[in-house]
């Protein structure tokens, strides 16, 4: 009561978070959580079809998060702490996955390594089968396989230098430096990546669409009950079981490995003398990364082609007309763009927002922002997508059709990240920088312009690449939502594919891309500087 | 504390603005439509329907899935927006139906064009105004370098997919994931006569099987980029494809074949619901016929119109017994034994 | 004649552009207590990273003993270091931290646990053992950090700044601790840090460096008494710097003119030509202060009080005399001079060093 009186636009804006907070999460959550009835629960649950699937997501998603943290964690190595030559190309080609709009990546992978594949079939002569949960694995751990390096990156460079120093001078070397120092004190931020690859590969649903085959897992169970069976309470039941463990890997990477952090200066990027890396065990790095590069190139590539060929797979004419027809077409490129734009730059300014204040301050309803804030991160967007459609298309929120439907899912949706990465960098810029700036004379204008903003710029930026990133390529959040003024790309992506347009949306696909990649380039442009996109 | 007014600002701004955006526009008279149908079919219906009567047809939502248009229209439900959900097979409309997300409806033009009233919906609710059937298709170059030099005749009727040439070279379609899977497994149950020679069918089949994809038509793009040889799917889909894709793969009506009725409805409680009856009786017109037939490869239900090269007359079709009411009855039983069978 | 048992010759380092060693070259004798002393970026730390074998000198030799150590890796050196942050391993406990390197090294257990109680005994931290690094004060992290380099018997003890995160008491106590220790084992050790009393408290031999160079290098009463020039003569301590010219030498000594008054300066810097501008270096403990009255004194210079300090055990003054602003401090006082009064400082004769003249500012 008393901030009320004393800071009236603190509790307005604490008001605005909370009431936002209830409306935009909160509430269409509980639309889709009381949709089914209980018998759908048992039914769901007792069918063995679906008790398998949990059982594969499980398998899948262990299996995944093993491999691309593993994996990404030696590419992180390399790059931060190696002398292997190309570390910046390596580093350049492993933020491609990140960018992977549904179906036509995962159709990439097909076309490389089918039964028919480039690379299996015609220039290896082997016929696999790619189809199953080996297929899966393999594209999942590529998939994914950046977003643990990048966390991984940031962790390794944030370790104190002279702890290795100091272990190099007591006498470990090498393998053994790595064993009893460097692992140890950076594997708090490899269980972090790791379980945020976990939350991500249990979601995700594009990629085991094209290529589970008949392995199922409950993201494309939960996407086929609409699609196969027009079953919203089945569908809304099998996301609920998503977002359960996905909650709970969130919970215990929030409160548990968070916490057993070494690492205290996060995002200080220290000046460390590269040693000499064993010459056998630089090639060996060397290795992986040159193979992980150009087998993410490969896929893009094949990607590409595909925009660029008659017949994708069957017919390689070259052909511009699939490109001239998808830009003389674009009404869903300019609303991808200008939605993603909008709803990044909002979870930014709304994750971040609530970050300053939940650390800044002690206030009634502090735990339920913290709390609701990072719910998001583990809802599967079919999960979203069914609640809003079933919120905002009648009063009091009528958002029906319109541009504010798209964006406020995409923004609410990624609100998580930008949220994490706020509070980490709050927690660590002493509040007594901006009272040392007001004893100094400066007003709260000032302040804010000249000590709050520099600090914050880089966490709102990486909040809002990575909600941008994460709007711009989703399907299965919009797809309960769009109409035909509100459509985005990847909805009509789908829709080319199912009419047997693969150039089309290969070329649209690509465009997405392209779009995607120059607002990176122009945001590190405007920075000067690396974003941080995943911290833990 | 003023800086943190800022930052509340800029949220509002934002917030504001997509407000602002959200403002529904009321117009004259018009229609708004979910199709699952192509593009180019439901762009064109729309043009024809406001060419004929001056009412607009506004394309709300267009999109392949009809089990998605189905669901958009139940989670919209207590504040509908679309008049008709146009396409997908009868049985996404039958279940709407049987939600009370429909308007009965039964359009005269049916009597006066003497359509068949079999094709209609028993209790009303929607109008069947196209006819599927499935196909067989087959990847024409893996056919000629791996099973022609055999002696083998390219596959033509169902039982050819039984042939153990064909061992791990089919796709076929999961019931559990689709509903137009579980028409095609309905088709072999009602072509044999009986539950048992359909299963037993799906038992002989399932050791040639490569995938059951999770989509009716996920066979279509696997056969063309040679990851299987063989496979089914719905005939329309598939022609349609494989024209506008150039897919290398050749597209077979077996005898004694599934079809699926292809529905309209109106949505109780449509905004426009004068308009929509007039589009439903719009779709049963030969101008819809040849416009669907045309870009969509679908049979229009009523005779004489004009179908696109490659399309066998409907009449050329030999299609199996269907009995719908007995498909409709028995989705959970016969999905339960098809998993039991293939153990998906 | 003292054993050699560090030698540097030559060593050149740049990072990029910036030379951060210039053609260093030392001789560090066995058992002795060595510092680097110099403000930041004098290239201090460099050096004694290069020793420890973190970076590796672009030209020039290093010698431990009579081993060539540039090709020695850093974690077969046993040149162990104290860092200035202690860089314990939060992911250990203290008696992990400490036993880290002997552990390495694969020693038997039993020696390890002998080895331990023996130094946690030396730093009286053997209740500490079972703690983790975030648990424990400063002084005491400090203490560990020391016992880890200790126990590993090094052939080199390297303190980078060990002191600069603890308060001045603490510091003080640590210090003389860190010295007598320093004796008893006989280590040869070297300090790296920008405080020149601790410096001059704690070394046989101190290094000064400037620039990337060692500017002087001697026992801290040379370097006090007689700076090899007035870089070195400031940095320790405060000192007085005025321009003269030698006049003549005598028997009694070097006569040197400052603005038409003359000093006697009693050591003989004959290397010096008469007419030579130098340099007095005056440190303002040696000064005497008295009030003037009547005549000129002998090797006196007049002057009034600008201000002063009261100190305790001695009241330091602001003198204006010969233009420019003097320091003196005057221990037992038994008056106060406030500020005005006209005074004469009486320099020392014997305390009087000169520098060669013409450079400094």
Not at chain 1, 109 to 132: A, C, E, R, W
Not at chain 1, 251 to 261: D, P
Not at chain 1, 352 to 378: E, H, M, N, Q, W
């Amino acid at each position: 009561m008393s901030t009320r009186v004393r800071e009236p636009v603190l509790f307005l804006v604490i008001g605005v978070l909370i009431a936002s907070l209830m409306v935009f999460v909160v509430y269409p959550s509980i639309q889709v959580f009381l949709y089914p009835s209980g018998t759908d629960f048992i039914k769901i649950l007792m069918n063995p079809r679906y008790q398998r699937s949990i059982l594969n997501s499980l398998y899948i998603v262990v299996l995944s998060t093993l491999s691309a943290t593993f994996l990404g964690f030696i590419y992180a190595y390399a790059i931060t702490r190696t002398d292997i030559p190309f570390r910046k190309f390596f580093k350049g080609i492993s933020l491609l996955p990140l960018f992977s709009p549904p179906f036509m990546v995962a159709f990439s992978y097909i076309m490389l390594f089918g039964k028919n594949g480039l690379i299996t079939s015609k220039l290896l002569g082997l016929q696999v089968n790619i189809f199953g949960w080996h297929g899966l694995w393999f594209a999942q751990t590529v998939a994914f396989l950046p977003v643990a390096s990048l966390v991984m990156e940031g962790v390794l460079q944030s370790i104190p230098p002279s702890l290795e120093y100091a272990g190099r001078n007591l006498g470990a070397s090498g393998f053994t430096l790595f064993r009893t120092i460097t692992f140890p004190l950076a594997r708090p931020g490899v269980a972090g990546a790791a379980l945020l690859v976990a939350i991500q590969v249990l979601a995700d649903f594009g990629n085991p669409i094209m290529i589970s085959g008949d392995f199922s897992v409950v993201a494309t169970e939960a996407w086929m009950r609409v699609e196969g069976w027009a079953d919203i309470a089945g569908a809304a039941v099998l996301s609920l079981l998503l977002l359960v463990p996905s909650f709970l890997i969130f919970l215990f990477q929030r409160y548990w490995v968070s916490r057993r952090s070494y690492v205290t200066i996060t995002g200080k990027i220290t000046q460390i003398d590269i040693q000499k890396t064993g010459t056998w065990i630089r090639w060996v790095l060397f290795l992986i990364c040159f193979s992980l590069s150009l087998l993410i190139i490969l896929v893009y590539l094949a990607l590409f082609m595909g925009a660029f060929v008659e017949g994708w797979g069957f017919n390689w004419t070259p052909t511009l007309r699939y490109v001239q027809e998808i830009l003389s077409r674009s009404p869903e490129l300019t609303n991808s763009l200008l939605f993603s734009i909008f709803a990044g730059a909002g979870s930014a300014v709304f994750s971040i927002t609530a970050a300053y204040i939940v650390s800044r301050k002690r206030f009634f309803g502090r735990r339920f922002i913290d709390f609701t804030c990072i719910l998001p991160a583990a809802l599967p967007g079919i999960f979203l997508g069914l609640g809003y459609s079933i919120s905002y298309t009648k009063p009091p929120f009528d958002l029906y059709g319109t541009a504010a439907i798209v964006v406020l899912a995409l923004m609410f949706w990624n609100i998580a990240m930008g949220y994490q990465t706020g509070i980490g960098v709050f927690q660590q810029i002493s509040p007594s920088l901006s009272e040392a700036a007001s004893n100094l004379g400066a007003g709260s204008l000032r302040i804010f312009r000249e000590i709050e903003i520099p600090l914050i710029k880089g966490p709102f930026f990486s909040a809002f690449i990575v909600s941008f990133i994460r709007a711009i390529t989703t399907l299965s959040v919009v797809v309960f939502i769009v109409t035909q003024k509100n459509v985005v790309t990847t909805f009509s992506i789908m829709n080319l594919v199912s009419d047997g347009f693969y150039g089309k949306a290969a070329a649209l696909t690509c465009t997405l891309l392209i779009i995607a990649f120059g607002l990176l380039g122009i945001t590190k442009l405007v920075l000067g500087k690396n974003v941080v996109l995943f911290k833990v | 504390m003023k800086r943190v007014g800022f930052l509340v600002l800029a949220m509002l701004l934002i917030l504001g603005g997509v407000f602002a955006a959200g403002k529904t526009e009321k117009g004259p008279q018009k229609v708004v439509i979910y199709a699952a149908l192509d593009e180019k079919t439901t762009k064109e219906l729309a043009a024809a329907f406001k060419e004929k009567t001056g009412i607009d047809a506004e394309v709300a939502l267009q999109i392949e899935q009809a089990g998605t248009v189905a669901a958009r229209i139940k989670t919209e439900a207590s504040n509908p927006r679309a008049d008709v959900f146009i396409g997908g097979n009868s049985n996404f409309h039958s279940e709407l139906a049987a939600g009370g997300f429909l308007e009965k409806y039964t359009s005269p033009v049916v009597k006066e064009a003497g359509i068949d009233p079999k094709l209609m919906d028993p209790d009303g609710y929607w109008t069947g105004w196209y006819l599927g059937a499935l196909c067989l298709l087959y990847n024409e170059k893996l056919y000629n370098e791996k099973v022609k030099p055999l002696g083998i005749a390219p596959p033509s009727t169902w039982d050819d997919l039984l042939n153990p040439v064909y061992k791990g070279q089919v796709i076929a379609s999961n019931p559990a994931t689709t509903g137009g899977a579980y028409l095609m497994m309905a088709a072999q149950i009602f072509r044999l006569g009986s539950e048992e020679a359909g299963f037993e069918y799906i038992r002989k089949l399932h050791p040639n099987v490569a995938q059951y994809t999770k989509g009716a038509n996920g066979s279509i793009p696997l056969v063309a980029q040679g990851e299987a040889m063989v496979g089914f799917a719905w005939g329309h889909d598939t022609l349609k494809q494989k024209i506008q894709g150039n897919l290398p793969i050749v597209v077979v009506f077996p005898k004694d074949t599934g079809f699926e009725i292809g529905a309209a409805s109106i949505v109780k409680g449509a905004p426009n619901l004068e308009a929509a009856k007039k589009f439903i009786d719009f779709l049963l017109s030969p101008t819809a016929g040849t416009i669907n037939a045309r870009n969509g490869y679908r049979y229009p239900v009523r005779s004489g119109v004009e179908l696109p090269p490659g399309v066998p007359p409907f009449e050329q079709l030999k299609l199996a017994p269907w009995d719908l009411k007995k498909a409709a009855d028995n989705v959970d039983k016969w999905k339960k034994k098809w998993a039991e069978i293939t153990g998906m | 004649m003292e054993t050699i048992h560090l030698r540097i010759q030559d060593v050149c380092k740049s990072f990029g552009n910036l030379r951060v060693l210039n053609h260093v070259s030392l001789d560090v004798p066995q058992g002795s207590f060595t510092t680097f002393l110099g403000p930041s970026g004098c290239g201090k730390t460099t050096l004694l990273r290069t020793i420890a074998g973190f970076y590796t000198p672009d030209s020039g030799e290093i010698y431990l003993g009579n081993r060539f150590m540039n090709t020695v890796p850093s974690h077969l050196r046993n040149a162990i270091m104290v860092f200035q942050d202690y860089a314990l391993f939060p992911h250990m406990t203290i008696e992990e931290n400490i036993t880290y390197g002997l552990r390495i090294r694969k020693m038997p257990k039993d020696q390890i646990q002998a080895r331990l109680e023996r130094t946690v005994g030396y730093l009286g931290i053997g209740n500490l053992l079972d703690r983790m690094p975030g648990q424990i004060s400063g002084g005491q992290q400090q203490r560990v950090a020391l016992a880890r380099a200790l126990i590993m018997e090094p052939e080199l003890l390297l303190l980078d700044e060990p002191l600069s995160n603890l308060d001045a008491k603490l510091r003080i106590n640590i210090r003389a601790e860190l010295r007598q220790l320093q004796q008893r084992l006989k280590i040869t050790t070297i300090y790296v840090t920008h405080d020149q009393a601790e410096a001059l408290a704690l070394s046989d031999r101190i290094a000064v460096m400037n620039e990337g160079k060692i500017v002087h290098y001697g026992t801290p009463q040379e370097l006090y008494y007689h700076p090899a020039d007035p870089f070195v003569a400031s940095f320790i301590g405060k000192v007085n710097l005025i321009r003269g010219r030698v006049t003549q030498h005598t028997l009694e000594g070097t006569w040197v003119d400052v603005q038409n008054i003359t000093l006697l300066v009693k050591n003989h810097f004959t290397y010096l030509q008469p007419q030579a501008e130098v340099i007095l270096c005056v440190r303002p403990e040696t000064v005497r202060i008295v009030r003037a009255s009547g005549d000129r004194e002998e090797n006196a210079i007049p002057g009034y009080v600008t201000n002063f300090i009261f100190e305790g055990a001695t009241i330091r003054y602001w003198v204006n005399a010969l233009d420019q602003e003097w320091v003196v401090d005057v221990f037992d006082p038994a008056e106060v001079l406030p500020p005005d009064t006209k005074v004469f400082l009486r320099l020392k004769p014997e305390r009087i060093h000169l520098l060669p003249g013409g450079s400094q500012k």
